[in-house]
């Protein structure tokens, strides 16, 4: 029997809710992690029918679930309305919670089978369940698979260049924002004094490197981060904050990452907010967008435009 092979079916959302404001609603969809438990994530579509580029959203540290998520996708909406505009399907994300050094001590996750099932070296970690998320979504039939992106704010930033490290060939593009990158880049810590441990985890809330001079020479595996950085394949922009207690690990990062990619780029803005980014919502639902964050997301966008051909 010939013809042509029916398009695959959009996966059924587990919930799907208005925005308001829009008439793009958010669909709550689950992908299968890497460990087959589940990531939620709230897909919003522009108008057309596609297939659209598609751009992950990641925010700090994991946890929270669906409370977290339905959170994001209402007071955090306005990055999502500004990519929907410019033609982007987009997905705010929730993930789990960061393991201490996990990154550093586990290495590159292995699987095999072993009676039948699954067989891991380590469990998977948070930046893995953004790879579920990509892979899942670039399944549906309104998404293309050759044409995704990740925004990652603080933590998140971190995230996108681990991924990087281990996951080549997903990305078409990425942008680091306030990337706090002190893991992926070695950063030795112990004798910060706004760091403590306390049961064998680092409390880092009130460490400042706001120098490069300083967040470079605490680099403790120079060989081990040019690897990291040499695997990085996409072209990614990195976004500072002046006054951000972290802006010289923000700079390092980028200014390590432009040795081995001519197509790094970097931004810096003035901000008095951690995630500027991502504007909120008032009480009132509004967005409260300021100059610096629409140029933020105009630059954002942008970058975007430019690797999306």
């Keep these: 029997m010939s013809g042509t092979a029916p398009a695959p079916a959009a996966p059924t959302p587990v919930m799907v809710e208005d925005v308001a404001g829009s008439d793009r609603p958010a669909h709550y969809l689950l992908a299968e992690s890497l460990d087959g438990l589940y990531i939620p994530y709230a897909l919003r579509l522009p108008d057309g029918p596609g297939p659209h580029p598609f751009v992950v959203i990641a925010y700090g540290n994991g946890g929270g679930g669906m409370a977290w998520l339905r959170d994001r996708v209402h007071r955090f909406r306005h990055v999502t309305d500004v990519l929907l505009d410019a033609g982007y399907a987009c997905a705010w994300i929730r993930y789990r919670t960061e393991v201490e050094l996990g990154y550093q001590t586990g290495g590159a996750l292995r699987t095999t089978i072993r009676q039948g099932m699954g067989l891991m070296n380590r469990a998977p ?50 942008v680091a924002a306030e990337p706090a990158n002190h893991e992926l880049l070695t950063l030795r810590l112990e004798d910060v004094e706004t760091v403590t441990t306390i049961g064998g985890l680092r409390d880092i809330e009130s460490m400042e490197i706001r120098s490069v001079e300083r967040a470079r020479a605490r680099i403790s595996d120079k060989d081990e981060v040019a690897a990291r950085l040499e695997a990085v394949d996409i072209p990614v922009l990195v976004l500072g904050r002046e006054q951000d207690e972290l802006q010289g690990i923000f700079r390092l990062t980028y200014d390590l990452l432009a040795e081995h990619r001519e197509d790094a ?45």
């Design 265 to 309: 780029e970097w931004r810096s803005w003035s901000h008095d907010v951690h995630g500027y980014l991502y504007p909120e919502c008032d009480a009132d639902g509004v967005p409260r967008v300021d100059d610096v964050q629409r140029e933020a997301l105009a630059a954002v966008v942008d970058f975007l435009d430019r690797h999306n051909g």
């Design 125 to 174: 970690l948070e930046y893995e369940d953004e790879v579920a998320v990509l892979r899942h979504a670039a399944a549906h039939p309104a998404i293309d698979g050759d044409r995704l992106f990740h925004v990652g704010v603080s933590h998140a930033g971190e995230m996108l260049f681990k991924l990087l490290s281990h996951y080549p060939g997903l990305l078409r593009a990425g």
